[in-house]
């Protein structure tokens, strides 16, 4: 009798406290859509309506878990517990809140490869009035920690980011790796139907050139630049 081919995929389990709409959260979604074929996905994060489309990006299995404060301990010993328990090969965390907890959690069960991405540096983030010094102590610890330690791999979205994480947050060169956001081009596929219809119900004249803007109104999203 033949034995059935065991499964050599890897396993990579996805940390993040939203499931929400939002950029990270697609980003999530995309990374899944792109390699479910040649990886097991699960996913680590609250219900929402995400959960959805990472299934159907190819997830394979979801975990209703998140941080409920800073330092909530238990929710890394529940991810240790849930590696150990899945076999996971991969940990990739989101953010400093959950990427601090979930890479505790992974270094503690001893998983093979931790990456640590935090999109935007908390260095970017506004804090009003004296709250802004014990944060800024507290993330610059826990991310220095995170980062050079209990990860193996720190992601950045492009050059500029890596040199913040390296000349602000103290991350070591050789622990970061840039990977830019990939583009999806069907969503850019030109139709003359399309953009006529938007012409019409919104009463924009043919010969005016439109420039659009999808973002949440911070810094580091560009409306200055546009």
């Known amino acids: 009798m033949k034995e059935s081919p065991k499964n050599t995929k890897k396993k990579v389990l996805m940390c993040y406290h939203s499931a929400d709409y939002g950029g990270v959260e697609q980003q999530i979604a995309d990374i899944i859509n792109g390699l479910s074929g040649d990886i097991d996905f699960y996913i680590a994060c609250p219900n929402g309506p995400l959960v959805k489309k990472y299934f159907e990006a190819g997830a394979v299995g979801h975990i209703n878990i998140k941080p409920k404060s800073e330092a909530d301990f238990i929710y890394s010993l529940n991810i240790a517990r849930l590696i150990k328990k899945k076999k ?60 050079n330690f209990f990860a193996t791999d720190v992601l950045a979205l492009t050059g500029e980011i890596k040199r913040v994480r390296m000349k602000k947050e103290f991350i070591k060169e050789s622990k970061i790796t840039v990977i830019p956001n990939g583009v999806d081009l069907k969503r850019f596929k030109f139709s003359e139907i399309d953009r006529d219809f938007i012409r019409d119900r919104y009463n924009i004249s043919s010969n005016d050139i439109v420039i659009g803007n999808m973002a949440r109104f911070t810094e580091e999203k560009g409306q200055a630049v546009l």
């Open 88 to 147: 996971i090969d991969i940990v990739h965390s989101h953010e400093l809140l959950t990427g601090f907890l979930a890479m505790l959690g992974a270094w503690i069960a001893g998983c093979e490869r931790r990456i640590y991405h935090v999109h935007t540096s908390f260095t970017e983030w506004k804090h009003k009035g004296i709250k802004k010094y014990p944060a800024l102590f507290v993330n610059t610890l826990a991310n220095y920690i995170a980062g």
